[in-house]
């Protein structure tokens, strides 16, 4: 690898000081690849790339306790204060509920979303208070938080590479779109509709972390059960050893799910019995539901929108998936708040250890090399909803109304080809 003195000072004149996946992909690269042999090229840029990945990460991954603390007391106190309004009305006035619950569906959002924080160890200072706050936030949230985060954590480290991580959706290619059937492509279509998303809200935080929960423990009392008739000279735990399960993937994983739910089905006991078990959870479903579809909408957005890039996994590149297959959701400031700053999504994926309270400072110091990130607005998100297909020949994700327009008779792939970033060249077999 050739020194970096060794780069002639026209190069390094041309390189700009601020530099991210972005400006060394179409500046350092651009500029240079006339003076240098390609291969000490690549492997002189991506050390630089890092170098200034690292060091711009540095600047913002410093985080506060005081200000998280400050966070969380914002979030829970008022949620408390408006859930107690609800139930006030409940007994007295509906309208008092009414008006309570568009405030209990932000709040409840904001909880998901500093849960998310405490998953990625950025909120806090500490791994040990990450870990506590995740642990509360997620029984208000009803979701197990280490479980999630482990997912989460699978999705950022294969961002962009669509052949691993699908998002919540699970986002069908075009060739797993076109082999269905008229009504489950009406299905599909309808499970990604706006419309739907507090149903899959509901699902994804009430049913689903109590339902996988239980049937995983039953099959797992089973499994040790016919294991130790058959075999009763080995010990439980040796047969406990041997239990496979797709709901979680080690006894930790289980273990925060059984205190998640311990904890959760305690309080709904205890809050069923002090406001009403109908009452009660009216009020849990619906706040819940919302804002877990309003969470799901906003995270889908992030990914899935018009030609976000979506590889497969020979051509995957981590960070053209953070530049490329991410986009910046222009919120208004209250929403940005609600929302714990998501929107930026973009800086989130390159450095997920800033905390949430450093992503605008972040952005509004380094825009000028963002400038090639997507971005949306709030007008936007009905129409990103509808790129939910992976084009793998052409690497993105696109909208059926394209798809069908490229299977026309007229269309590309009619032919046998396919769009790759604007030039036409021979597709894979169908």
Known sequence: MPAISAVPHRVLRAVPHRLDAR???????????????????????????????????????????????????????????????????GLTSRWLTVVALPGMCLFTLRVFALMHECGHSSLFRTSRLNRAFGFLLGVVAGMPQYVWSQHHHYHHTHNGNWEKYRGPYTTLSVDEYAAMTAGQKRLYRCKCSILLAPAVGFVYLLFNPRYTWLRGSIAFVSHVARKKIARPDLSMKAHAAGFRTRYWQSPREYWHMFWNNLVLLSAWALLCWACGTGLFFLIYAISLSVAGGAGIVLFTVQHNFEHAYASDGE?????????????????????????????????????????????????????????????????????????????ARARRIITIAEHRRLRSPSGPYSHGCSRDSGTVHLADPP
Do not use: M
């Not at 985080?63 to 400050?70: E, G, I, V």
């Not at 979030?75 to 408006?82: E, F, Q, W």
């Open 23 to 89: 400006s060394i992909a179409l500046g350092v690269r651009r500029r240079i690849r006339s003076s240098y042999p390609e291969g000490a090229l690549n492997t002189w840029s991506i050390q630089l790339f890092e170098e200034q990945k690292r060091a711009l990460g540095r600047q913002y991954t410093r985080r506060s306790d005081l200000t998280a603390l400050t966070q969380i007391l914002t979030t829970l106190c008022p949620l408390v204060g408006l859930w107690w309004l609800a139930v006030e009305g």
């Open 315 to 391: 051509h995957w590149e981590y960070d053209r998936g953070a530049i490329d297959g991410t986009s910046f959701l222009i919120l208004p400031g209250y929403l940005n708040w609600f929302t714990a700053n998501i929107g930026y999504h973009h800086i989130h994926h390159l450095f997920p250890k800033i905390p949430n309270y450093c992503l605008v400072e972040c952005h509004n110091k380094y825009q000028h090399l963002f400038a090639d990130v997507r971005r949306l607005r709030l007008s936007d998100i009905r129409q990103a909803l509808k790129c939910i297909l992976w084009d």
